[in-house]
Nanobody, 124 residues
Framework: QVQLVESGGGSVQAGGSLRLSCAAL????????VAWFRQAPGKEREGVAVIYTGGGATYYADSVKGRFTISEDNAKRTVYLQMDSLKPEDTAMYYC?????????????????WGKGTLVTISS
């Protein structure tokens, strides 16, 4: 079993930055990627960014390219999502998820383990 614990959410003004963290507990051998998803009120959950833990490949949703950066610290078993130039439309609950995926930005149904989420609120 894998347990994922997110932290780092909060409220900032547009143009500001936040860094989310996702710490993994347990045996992650059955997974090859960690992704961040978000879900805004009344909207479907969408993939934001993913990192493949084997080779470090990363992929981003078009809406966050150039503003968000996903990275990993293997020693700490933690994946980060650095979010810069935040916009009000980035407001959502952000979830960390782990699974085994072939390549690219995964769909949520392809992920096996999920954190409980951390809330990000961007004010204009």
């Amino acid at each position: 079993q894998v347990q994922l614990v997110e932290s780092g959410g909060g409220s900032v003004q547009a143009g500001g930055s936040l860094r989310l963290s996702c710490a993994a507990l347990g045996d992650t051998d059955s997974t090859n990627c960690v992704a961040w998803f978000r879900q805004a009120p009344g909207k479907e959950r969408e993939g934001v960014a993913v990192i493949y833990t084997g080779g470090g490949a990363t992929y981003y949703a078009d809406s966050v390219k150039g503003r968000f950066t996903i990275s990993e610290d293997n020693a700490k078993r933690t994946v980060y999502l650095q979010m810069d130039s935040l916009k009000p439309e980035d407001t959502a609950m952000y979830y960390c998820a782990a699974g085994f995926y072939s390549h690219g930005l995964p769909k949520d149904y392809g992920m096996d383990y999920w954190g409980k989420g951390t809330l990000v609120t961007i004010s204009s």
